[in-house]
């Protein structure tokens, strides 16, 4: 058995705002415009909405930013989800995965991940998958399946993230021979 004392590896992970949430950030910036100026027309109480409006969008843009934080450590693998204003911050611990219990790890859609793809879903209702990707249609994301421990003892995991190239290395110092599909940096 290999030591992994010496793996320490971090990253984080902007996830992209979807379309639908800008379109209502756009909508609740008319809305105090529309405030503002019913407020210069009609009167001191219109300033209440406006300002209502113009912090429920900032709080809302606020909530909807997300952060994954990867963070290898040995060979636990920790994911916290990170989201809210810089003064409220809300942070998760997303999952914990063992990675001496990974199965394949490859690019998504990759050939190697085949068989545990195959393995997983039979598996059927057993299975859980985690998507702690940045939701970047642009970048391709890379797919682990593993063997929960813990509370999804035995459970097929199945976890689509986007590594670094350098927390790719220190995956595959731990598993070198369930890593692949990666060209060498």
């Not at 008319?30 to 019913?38: E, L, Q, S």
């Not at 063992?98 to 199965?103: E, F, Q, S």
């Not at 545990?116 to 939701?135: C, Q, V």
Request: charged share 20%.
């Amino acid at each position: 058995m290999a030591a992994y004392e010496d793996i320490l590896c971090a990253q984080s992970v902007n996830r992209r705002i979807p379309g639908h949430v800008r379109v209502i950030q756009w909508m609740l910036y008319g809305a105090v415009a529309v405030f503002t100026v019913a407020g210069a027309m009609g009167g001191f109480l219109w300033l209440f909405p406006a300002l209502g409006t113009l912090f429920g969008s900032w709080y809302y843009m606020g909530t909807a930013r997300v952060t994954y934080e990867y963070r290898l450590e040995g060979a636990q693998f920790t994911v916290e989800r990170v989201s809210g204003l810089k003064s409220r911050r809300k942070v998760v611990r997303f999952g914990e995965f063992d990675m001496t219990k990974l199965i394949a790890m490859a690019p998504e859609g990759s050939a190697a991940l085949d068989e545990a793809e195959k393995a997983s879903l039979n598996a059927g209702s057993k299975r859980i998958t985690y998507d702690i990707s940045a939701h970047d249609p642009d970048n391709i994301c890379s797919v682990m399946y593993l063997t929960g421990v813990g509370p999804e003892q035995g459970r097929p995991l199945k976890v689509i993230f986007q590594p670094s190239p350098e927390m790719r290395d220190c995956i595959a110092r731990i598993a070198p021979d369930r890593v692949a599909g990666y060209e060498k940096q």
